[in-house]
Nanobody
């Protein structure tokens, strides 16, 4: 059973920073890509950023230049450094792991989410 555990969310003032962490656990052999999505109240879940096992990154236009995704491949961890936060960044942030290979399975997994609230 693969599990993703996020941490690092919280309440911050506009202009502040937060760093999210996500750790994948289970009988994992490798993970193709890990990333972050977010869901604001009343809106659909949206892509934020992802990073491949080779280190290639991709960002949503709304976070480019402010957010930085990084990964500790050997530890099956991914991080999201969020700077210059605005109230529009408020939402539940979900960790996503794509192409997770275990002893018996290949699949994608989601974490339960961590709340980020940015006050104006």
């Amino acid at each position: 059973q693969v599990q993703l555990d996020e941490s690092g969310g919280g309440l911050v003032q506009a202009g502040g920073s937060l760093r999210l962490s996500c750790a994948a656990s289970g009988s994992i052999r490798s993970i193709n890509a890990m990333g972050w999505y977010r869901q604001a109240p009343g809106k659909q879940r949206e892509f934020v950023a992802h990073i491949t096992s080779g280190g290639s990154t991709n960002y949503a236009d709304s976070v480019k230049g402010r957010f930085t995704i990084s990964r500790e491949t050997a530890e099956n961890m991914v991080f999201l450094q969020m700077n210059s936060l605005t109230p529009e960044d408020t939402g539940v942030y979900y960790c996503h792991a794509h192409g997770v290979i275990t002893i018996a399975t290949i699949g994608d997994y989601w974490g339960h989410g961590t709340q980020v609230t940015v006050s104006s």
